[in-house]
Nanobody, 112 residues
Framework: VQLQAFGGGLVQTGGSLRLSCAASGSMVDINGMGWYRQAPGKQRELVAVIFRSGSTNYADAVKGRFSISRDNAKTTVYLQMNSLKPEDTAVYYC???????WGQGTKVTVSS
């Protein structure tokens, strides 16, 4: 499985962005896909995950503002980010679980 992330950019506080993570290869062993982020000088942290069942999990910091979803083929995962704050500034990484696979990061910058 390979993952490719898209959609980062620069946005003002209160704005929105949508990240996409497209998976290629066999998905048969993938149990979930999601997003992590890493801000400068901080550890990488889980943002959101969607499991094979469709259930989701969110970090407390993004609950109510971010929404994770996927396409019907379950090969692309989206992260809709609303009401963005400067503290959301980070490099966002897509991850798959099954075998663990990381995509390349996409940078999100929220200006105040």
């Amino acid at each position: 499985v390979q993952l490719q992330a898209f959609g980062g950019g620069l946005v003002q506080t209160g704005g929105s962005l949508r990240l996409s993570c497209a998976a290629s290869g066999s998905m048969v062993d993938i149990n979930g896909m999601g997003w992590y982020r890493q801000a400068p000088g901080k550890q990488r942290e889980l943002v959101a995950v969607i499991f094979r069942s469709g259930s989701t999990n969110y970090a407390d910091a993004v609950k109510g503002r971010f929404s994770i979803s996927r396409d019907n083929a379950k090969t692309t995962v989206y992260l809709q980010m609303n009401s963005l704050k400067p503290e959301d500034t980070a490099v966002y990484y897509c991850k798959a679980w099954g075998p663990t696979v990381w995509g390349q990061g996409t940078k999100v910058t929220v200006s105040s």
